[in-house]
């Protein structure tokens, strides 16, 4: 598939700039003809009996292999959640932690990780990384690290200011349990999460999959409780609720997954081109590259797909003309600043635009 065939796969590529695939990646038209199709069939033939129950775990997992080859996982070990929320929600409720544990995280985190953090009984370490290069981020999230910290927790990529923060070398040098929120990482760089505990997949971003839907890697799912079991949960129950729970990974499911959304997400990932991260690498570089001429690029050189850059003036108003203009980016709530995401269906002309209405 060349670059302006995988292009054209996408309608909303045809009138505007779509550089916000940190927030939602765009749809694809084979996306939503297999959700189409697995709608008609649901009200044609409706949605009872067994074949449409054998048909659904099916898809399943299919849906769950393709997430795990994204993220070069074995399949046994992937949960299916609705989204990275969901992912970090079950981790934290299964480690059951207590008032006498530490977890360190960063200043440059999502809420979808933050909420559950400061929802358990551990206390919260804040590692203060974002208004520092990426390589004094190391030694800083180092220091918070102490006698009592049970966990890590942060991003693979921050969703803020687009840099790389340094996972692997955490895990390295302190042999810690880590939960990793691959948001703005899975489906937008190469990604090798087997030796994490834990890590995150948001498919309706980076693999332009329908809404809510996403996944999560265990590393060892026996040494992490079922704390929020689903009907998926399970291998058999009884009338009390007690119930055994399935083999692997698919025992932290988060539940029921629309069938069409299934479909939606494995057009999606089928979609993808062996040569995407490269073209998206390339991509970011370039917007990079443009609007350091022009602006204080916050994100520093060679990270991954996200651009980040202090606006000219208010950043959500700066936003919402460059959306009515075309060109479809983000603001960042609270910093000042705008970000660019530049994924695989990226054009040089979709860059360039953008610099055009700034």
Same mark, same amino acid.
């Given at each position: 598939?060349?670059?302006?065939?995988?292009?054209?796969?996408?309608?909303?590529?045809?009138?505007?700039?779509?550089?916000?695939?940190?927030?939602?990646?765009?749809?694809?038209?084979?996306?939503?003809?297999?959700?189409?199709?697995?709608?008609?069939?649901?009200?044609?033939?409706?949605?009872?009996?067994?074949?449409?129950?054998?048909?659904?775990?099916?898809?399943?997992?299919?849906?769950?292999?393709?997430?795990?080859?994204?993220?070069?996982?074995?399949?046994?070990?992937?949960?299916?959640?609705?989204?990275?929320?969901?992912?970090?929600?079950?981790?934290?409720?299964?480690?059951?932690?207590?008032?006498?544990?530490?977890?360190?995280?960063?200043?440059?985190?999502?809420?979808?990780?933050?909420?559950?953090?400061?929802?358990?009984?551990?206390?919260?370490?804040?590692?203060?990384?974002?208004?520092?290069?990426?390589?004094?981020?190391?030694?800083?999230?180092?220091?918070?690290?102490?006698?009592?910290?049970?966990?890590?927790?942060?991003?693979?990529?921050?969703?803020?200011?687009?840099?790389?923060?340094?996972?692997?070398?955490?895990? =390295?040098? !302190? %042999?810690?349990?880590?939960?990793?929120? $691959? @948001?703005?990482?899975?489906? *937008?760089?190469? &990604?090798?999460?087997?030796?994490?505990?834990?890590?995150?997949?948001?498919?309706?971003?980076?693999?332009?999959?329908?809404?809510?839907?996403?996944?999560?890697?265990?590393?060892?799912?026996?040494?992490?409780?079922?704390?929020?079991?689903?009907?998926?949960?399970?291998?058999?129950? =009884?009338? !009390? %609720?007690?119930?055994?729970?399935?083999? $692997? @990974?698919?025992?932290?499911? *988060?539940?029921? &997954?629309?069938?069409?959304?299934?479909?939606?997400?494995?057009?999606?990932?089928?979609?993808?081109?062996?040569?995407?991260?490269?073209?998206?690498?390339?991509?970011?570089?370039?917007?990079?590259?443009?609007?350091?001429?022009?602006?204080?690029?916050?994100?520093?050189?060679?990270?991954?797909?996200?651009?980040?850059?202090?606006?000219?003036?208010? @950043?959500?108003?700066?936003? *919402?003309?460059?959306?009515?203009?075309?060109?479809?980016?983000?603001?960042?709530?609270?910093?000042?600043?705008?970000?660019?995401?530049?994924?695989?269906?990226?054009?040089?002309?979709?860059?360039?635009?953008?610099?055009?209405?700034?």
């Amino acid at each position: 598939m060349t670059f302006d065939e995988a292009r054209a796969l996408f309608p909303a590529l045809e009138h505007v700039a779509y550089l916000n695939a940190g927030s939602m990646g765009p749809l694809a038209r084979p996306t939503i003809d297999a959700m189409a199709a697995r709608l008609a069939s649901d009200l044609d033939a409706g949605r009872g009996g067994r074949p449409y129950f054998e048909e659904m775990l099916a898809v399943r997992e299919t849906v769950r292999a393709g997430l795990a080859h994204v993220i070069g996982v074995p399949s046994a070990n992937v949960a299916l959640t609705s989204s990275t929320t969901d992912g970090c929600n079950i981790v934290l409720a299964g480690l059951r932690l207590g008032a006498e544990d530490e977890v360190v995280t960063t200043d440059t985190e999502h809420f979808g990780l933050l909420g559950p953090l400061h929802a358990s009984a551990a206390t919260v370490r804040v590692a203060r990384v974002r208004a520092l290069p990426p390589e004094r981020a190391l030694e800083t999230i180092l220091a918070e690290v102490g006698p009592k910290t049970r966990l890590l927790a942060l991003s693979h990529v921050s969703w803020q200011t687009g840099n790389l923060l340094p996972i692997e070398e955490l895990q =390295d040098q !302190t %042999g810690l349990e880590i939960l990793v929120d $691959g @948001a703005q990482s899975a489906g *937008a760089i190469p &990604v090798d999460a087997q030796r994490y505990d834990y890590y995150t997949v948001s498919a309706q971003k980076w693999l332009c999959g329908p809404d809510s839907t996403g996944a999560l890697y265990v590393r060892d799912p026996e040494q992490l409780a079922v704390a929020l079991p689903t009907y998926f949960s399970q291998a058999a129950y =009884d009338d !009390t %609720g007690v119930f055994t729970p399935k083999e $692997g @990974a698919a025992r932290f499911d *988060a539940g029921w &997954v629309p069938t069409s959304s299934l479909a939606g997400l494995e057009a999606a990932l089928g979609s993808v081109p062996h040569w995407s991260y490269h073209h998206a690498a390339e991509a970011a570089a370039r917007c990079w590259a443009l609007l350091s001429e022009r602006f204080r690029v916050v994100t520093a050189a060679g990270q991954a797909t996200l651009v980040s850059w202090v606006a000219d003036g208010d @950043a959500a108003e700066t936003a *919402a003309r460059l959306f009515q203009e075309g060109v479809v980016v983000r603001d960042m709530p609270g910093t000042g600043w705008l970000r660019a995401s530049c994924g695989w269906w990226t054009s040089d002309e979709d860059v360039d635009r953008l610099l055009a209405a700034l």
